[in-house]
């Protein structure tokens, strides 16, 4: 196991958690091949069309509801339909409704003129989150501080009230070993990130995007769409080669039927997903990779990676996967300092 670290005493409860809880077979789409083949046929091609190709989100103005005070912050949520289409009609069923309803929430500090700001952070969540309140008292506190910004974030599919009723944890829908449901969730989160991204443009001067663990991967991934953002951070990128077992037990089960049967390899089918075909990268010039060099949910050495793959930046703390936030501060200001200055 190594040299045992001070961020081991949460990280490896955390994963002996997800291996307990992620064996459920939650295998909502039939895996034929017919069906397989529909993506399939975008292996090998230019993956940014899988997630963009014939993209013209409709824009309505965000209502927020009434504002509710709680500590430090100010709280306002809305709700409006999501972008996303399928390619094929998996979310037909009436428990998937809520999937295809965006939910983004607005956080406003008390002693911060948040209604003339000029920028934004739009933070995006980790998987298996189903409650803002921990990043409320650490992560918003800090971004807004560093980046003198409103806060605004979005319950990811599958996730918070997003999650369907027979859904046994927040976000269990969205990695449940099914190469499809996982490929069509991460294209459904680039489209509502987008369509948020190009909405804020229209109302701020600065956007900050800042995503961790699967946020992390999808802040990432949406480099390669745009270079509307200022300054991009993103913590660890779970899909750069390949996704942890220990935390999604049952995709080695499904790879394995998979290959009993003949069909096509389940790495094949999330090729669009994994940033390294996005080659030749567009990502944009403000662009920082994140990674703790005691991570065990996914390995410093792929951070490093997927940092010198992009030719970005790479910012590390001497800590784990869930502990970013004890450096959080230091690493923005740094962040902050060396683009600014660019």
């Given amino acids: 196991m190594g040299t045992i670290v001070p961020s081991d ?25 017919s069906f397989i083949s529909i993506y399939r046929r975008y292996y090998q091609k230019n993956p940014r069309d899988f997630f963009i190709k014939n993209f013209k989100p409709k824009f309505h103005e965000i209502k927020w509801s009434q504002s509710i005070s709680r500590g ?17 009609p998996i979310l037909q069923e009436t428990k998937y409704h809520p999937v295809l309803k965006m939910i983004t929430h607005q956080y406003r500090h008390k002693d911060f003129d948040g209604q003339n700001s000029k920028s934004v952070v739009l933070f995006i969540h980790g998987y298996a989150e189903s409650t ?6 650490s992560y918003f506190r800090i971004l807004q501080n560093i980046f003198q910004s409103n806060i605004l974030t979005f319950e990811l599919p599958y996730h918070f009230h997003r999650q369907p009723n027979d859904s046994p944890f927040s976000g269990a829908y969205y990695l449940n070993g099914n190469p499809i449901r996982m490929l069509e969730s991460i294209r459904q989160s680039i489209q509502e990130i987008l369509y ?13 995007l800042f995503g961790v663990s699967l946020g992390g991967h999808l802040t990432a991934l949406i480099t390669q769409f745009l270079k509307e953002i200022d300054i991009i951070c993103a913590l660890a990128s779970p899909f750069l080669f390949n ?10 089960e499904i790879v394995s039927q998979m290959k009993e049967k003949g069909q096509t390899n389940w790495y094949k089918i999330l090729y669009s997903c994994n940033l390294k075909y996005f080659s030749p990268f567009t990502t944009n010039r403000h662009t920082a990779i994140i990674g703790g060099k005691y991570d065990r949910i996914v390995p410093f050495s792929r951070v490093r990676n997927l940092a010198n793959m992009l030719s970005k930046p790479l910012l590390s703390y001497p800590g ?16 902050n300092n060396v683009f600014l200055e660019n």
């Fill in 132 to 137: 803002f309140f921990f990043h409320e008292i």
């Fill in 243 to 252: 996704i942890n077992p220990k935390i999604v037990p049952i995709s080695t």
């Fill in 9 to 33: 005493l949460v990280e490896y409860p955390v994963i002996n958690y997800f291996k307990f809880r992620n064996k459920g077979n939650l295998m909502d789409i039939d895996l034929s091949q």
């Fill in 72 to 88: 430090s912050f100010s709280h306002s949520a809305a709700k409006f339909s999501s972008p996303y289409q399928p390619l094929s």
């Fill in 320 to 335: 784990g996967h869930l502990s970013l936030v004890i450096w959080l501060r230091s690493l923005l200001l740094k962040i």
């Fill in 196 to 208: 948020l991204v190009y909405y804020l443009k229209e109302k701020y001067e600065r956007i900050v």
